[in-house]
C-alpha cells in the first residue's frame, strides 16, 4: 500500500526547487518560469525513489544547453548535499528509498556554483528577505579598494570579486575600411559600372548616376599573454578578460585568437571559446604546460611570426601583447621579432603590470626593445587599469600619451 503524500514535504520540496533554480540563475544558467513549471510538475508525477532519478528529472526539465551541464552538476551536488532533509524528503513523497553514493564532483564549475549557493542558502534560511542585484561595471561590489587594489596584492575573495567584474568589461574597436565597396546612393564615389548597367536596360539613357561607399569590417584581435612566474596572477585574469572578449559577439570584434607563452608558445584559442569561462582556464592550464615557468619573449615572437603570423593577422588585426618585458635571453632577436610583429599588425598594443609602480622607468633592456615597436603602451594591474584600457581603446589621442611619456625617458 503507498502511504499518503504529506502535503507539508511536497510544499517544502516545491520551495526548495525554486531556491535551486534561483542558484543555477545566479551561476550563469537561464532558467525561465515556465522550465520551473515543467520541472515541479515533473517531480510530483514521475516520483522519485533514489537521488539520482531527482537528478535527472531536474536536468532533463531546467537544462537545455550542453554546456550548462557542469554547472548544474556542481549545483545540485552542493544545493542538495544535506542527506537529513532530502532523504526525508524522499521517505514522505514515495513508498521507497535506495540510497546511492553521491558523484565525484569535479574540480571545473566549483566556485561559480559555491558563489551561486552562497546567496541561495540565504534565501533557504531567510525566505522574507530580498537579494538586491547590481549590474552596474565595477561597482556592484560595493567596495571602491577592489577597484584600484593590484590583482597580486588581492585575497581569494577579492580575486573571486574581480573575475566577476571583468565577464562585464568591454572592448569596443571602430570598423576599418576595406578597398572593396559597395553600392550606396549617397556614397561619396560614382560607380561607372553601375550607371552603365542601368542605362543598358533603358536603351542607353542614363537617368542618374550610380554612386558606391567603401565597405568596412570588423578587426580581428590577437592576444599574446605572458604566464612566466612573475605574471602568474595577471595572466590568469587577463585571460578571463579574453575570454569575456572573444563571447562578446556584439562588441565589433571580428575573430579572436589567443596564445600563451613563457619558454614555449601554445595557441589556446579553441580552449576560449567554451562558454564556461573555469572550464576554459582550466583547459588552457591543461594545454600549456610552461605556466610559472621561465621567459623567452623573443622566441616565442619568431615562432608566432614563423608559424602564425600569416594565418591569424589579416589586413588591420589589433595584436595585445601582455608581458612586463623582463626578457632573459639575446635581445636582438627580440629586436628583429618584435619590429616584424609591428609590421604585421595593425596596430600592437602592450599591455605592462610593471606601470603600477609610480616614476616607472624603462630600466630593463627588454623593456626599452619593446618600446621602440609598440603603438600603446597601457597598465594591466587592477580593474581600474582594465577599465581604462576599454575606455580609451577608441581615442587615438588619450591611449598614445602613455607611450609617448614612457619614450621620453629613453
Known amino acids: 500500500m503507498t502511504p499518503a503524500v504529506d502535503h507539508d514535504a511536497e510544499g517544502r520540496l516545491v520551495e526548495n526547487i525554486l531556491h535551486f533554480t534561483h542558484a543555477l540563475r545566479k551561476a550563469g544558467v537561464k532558467v525561465g518560469t515556465a522550465q520551473v513549471e515543467t520541472a515541479i510538475r515533473a517531480v510530483a508525477e514521475a516520483g522519485f525513489s533514489k537521488r539520482i532519478d531527482f537528478y535527472h528529472i531536474l536536468r532533463a526539465t531546467l537544462i537545455t544547453r550542453a554546456e550548462h551541464l557542469e554547472v548544474f552538476h556542481q549545483v545540485f551536488a552542493m544545493f542538495w548535499r544535506d542527506p537529513d532533509f532530502l532523504t526525508s524528503l524522499m521517505h514522505m513523497l514515495s513508498p521507497q528509498l535506495e540510497s546511492e553514493p ?47 587594489k593590484d590583482f597580486d596584492q588581492m585575497s581569494a575573495a577579492e580575486l ?159 595584436v595585445i601583447l601582455i608581458t612586463d618585458g623582463l626578457e ?31 616614476g616607472f622607468a624603462p630600466l630593463a633592456g627588454g623593456v626599452r626593445t619593446l618600446l621602440s615597436h609598440v603603438d600603446s603602451f597601457h597598465a594591466c594591474h587592477s580593474l581600474d587599469s582594465l577599465q581604462a584600457l576599454s575606455d580609451a581603446f577608441g581615442q587615438r589621442g588619450l591611449r598614445d600619451r602613455m607611450l609617448a611619456e614612457v619614450r621620453t625617458g629613453l
Open 102 to 148: 553521491e558523484r565525484r564532483k569535479p574540480d571545473a564549475g566549483q566556485r561559480r556554483a559555491e558563489e551561486a549557493l552562497s546567496g541561495a542558502q540565504q534565501h533557504k534560511d531567510h525566505p522574507q528577505r530580498d537579494e538586491m542585484e547590481r549590474q552596474a561595471i565595477l561597482t556592484w561590489s560595493g567596495r571602491e579598494v577592489i577597484r584600484r
Open 160 to 318: 573571486a570579486e574581480a573575475e566577476r567584474a571583468v565577464r562585464a568589461l568591454d572592448l569596443p574597436v571602430k570598423p576599418i575600411r576595406t578597398r572593396r565597396t559597395r553600392p550606396d546612393r549617397y556614397g561619396a564615389r560614382p560607380d561607372p559600372r553601375a550607371t552603365l548597367r542601368a542605362a543598358r536596360r533603358r536603351a542607353g539613357e542614363i537617368e542618374r548616376i550610380e554612386r558606391k561607399a567603401a565597405r568596412t569590417r570588423h578587426p580581428d584581435l590577437v592576444a599574446l599573454c605572458d604566464i612566466s612566474g612573475s605574471m602568474s596572477v595577471y595572466s590568469r585574469m587577463l585571460l578571463r578578460y579574453m575570454h569575456a572578449v572573444t563571447h562578446a559577439h556584439d562588441r565589433g570584434w571580428g575573430h579572436v585568437h589567443a596564445f600563451t607563452f613563457g619558454t614555449s608558445l601554445t595557441n589556446v584559442t579553441r580552449a576560449l571559446r567554451q562558454n564556461d569561462p573555469d572550464l576554459a582556464l582550466a583547459t588552457v592550464g591543461r594545454e600549456a604546460s610552461d605556466w610559472e615557468g621561465g621567459t623567452r619573449i623573443g622566441a616565442a615572437l619568431a615562432r608566432f611570426n614563423r608559424e602564425w603570423s600569416r594565418r591569424v593577422l589579416t589586413s588591420g588585426a589589433v
Open 328 to 358: 632573459r635571453d639575446d635581445l636582438d632577436l627580440l629586436d628583429r621579432e618584435a619590429a616584424r610583429l609591428s609590421r604585421s599588425a595593425g596596430r600592437l598594443i602592450w599591455l605592462n603590470p610593471l606601470l603600477r609602480w609610480e
